[in-house]
Structures are given as C-alpha cells and as structure tokens.
C-alpha cells in the first residue's frame, strides 16, 4: 500500500495520469481488502487529484473533498496541503474563488504549524494561479505569489519545483510584454535538466522557451 500510494503520487507529478489512476484503483482495492481506512482515503484523494488534471472537475472536487473528510479523523496532515492545492485550483476552475482560498488558508495553515515544507512552493503556485484567475484578476499578487514559490524552490534546491514556478511566473510576464525577461528567468532552470524530457514539465518548459525566442 505504502508503495502503491507513493509511486501514484510521483506519477502524478511527472504527468502520467493513466499510470497514476489505475495504482490508485489497485491501492483502493487492497486497503479495502485490508482494512486499511486510511490508505484508501489517500487513494481517493489521489484520483480526484488526476481528475483536476485531466479536466474533470467536478469530480475532482467530490472525490477530494470526500478523500479529505475521510483522512481527518485519523489524523495526519503530511500530504493534505498538495491534497488542499489540487481542491483548491479546482474549485477556482469552477469559479468557487471562496472555497478555493479557503482551502489555500488551511494548507498555508498547515505547513507553519508543522513546519512541513516539502508543498510549499506548490501552495504559492496555486494562490498565484487563482489569483489570476479570480474575476478581480491580481497580477501583483500572483507575482508575489510566484516569486514565493521561487524563493522556496531555490532554498530547498527542489529543480522541479523551481521550474513550474519559472514557467508561471514567464507566462505572467509574457503577456506583460516581459518575453525577455521571462526567457532569461526560464532558460537556465530548463538548461539544469539532463534528462526526463519526456515528462509534461519539461515539455512544457521547452514549448513555452520556443515561443519566447
């Protein structure tokens, strides 16, 4: 189960959605097979964190939403922020900008009660992609935001996290008309990298740089 749970969430990060939904099945079976409530509340939250990145989103917030519920009376709060982040950007997609800070708060919350750090840059991310995509967009905030998750990046030497947070931030300043400047912040973060370029970030990354030359 522990393997099941981790290897769905490092798919999860790289992109392979399929991969990721179908150990979260088997890891749902097992712990129903077991018992064991609590992984198979993570397994849920899991799927519903595929279904925000595949576009269906009101699954995703019922099947995070009942994952989380869940997991809270056993305690336990080591990946609830990244839970809290997915739910989150969700419901900003639904425009339920309310829930959607709400669930940023709790995460945010989290983290500087437990000193837990490893989602921090991904909290900064979402809020910065909320506040965007609020009805009052907020370039400044999501700037600030972005930058965050930057410094947070940088400070923990986490490569992947610092190149999500270059892209958001290059996307912001490329529709400011910054192209230059979101090339050079870009280009050297993607430049680290010498291999998983078959993974969506750095696909990414590389369609993003090509269109800022």
């Known amino acids: 189960m522990f393997a099941l749970a981790f290897t769905s969430m490092i798919h999860i990060q790289c992109g392979n959605y399929a991969k990721a939904s179908a150990q979260a099945d088997e890891l749902i079976t097992l712990a129903d097979n077991k018992g064991a409530a609590q992984w198979k509340s993570l397994a849920i939250v899991e799927k519903g964190c595929v279904f925000s990145l595949t576009g269906k989103t009101p699954d995703a917030v019922h099947t995070i939403t009942v994952?989380?519920?869940a997991s809270r009376p056993m305690g336990g709060a080591l990946w609830r922020p990244t839970f809290l982040s997915s739910l989150a950007s969700a419901c900003a997609d639904l425009g339920q900008f309310d829930e959607a800070w709400r669930c940023i708060n709790e995460a945010t919350a989290i983290i500087e009660t437990n000193k837990e750090r490893r989602w921090e840059a991904q909290v900064n991310l979402v809020a910065g992609e909320i506040a965007l995509k609020s009805p009052t967009s907020d370039p400044a905030k999501a700037a600030t935001s972005f930058d965050h998750a930057l410094a947070v990046a940088r400070a923990q030497q986490a490569k992947s996290w610092e190149l999500r947070a270059a892209m958001s931030m290059a996307r912001l300043w490329?529709?400011?008309?910054?192209?230059?400047?979101?090339?050079?912040?870009l280009a050297p973060v993607y430049g680290w990298?010498?291999?998983?370029?078959?993974?969506?970030?750095?696909k990414d990354a590389k369609a993003l740089l090509e269109e800022l030359a």
């Open 174 to 185: 490329r529709d400011q008309g910054k192209r230059d400047e979101a090339r050079d912040l």
């Open 67 to 69: 994952g989380i519920a």
């Open 193 to 202: 990298f010498t291999e998983g370029f078959d993974t969506r970030d750095l």
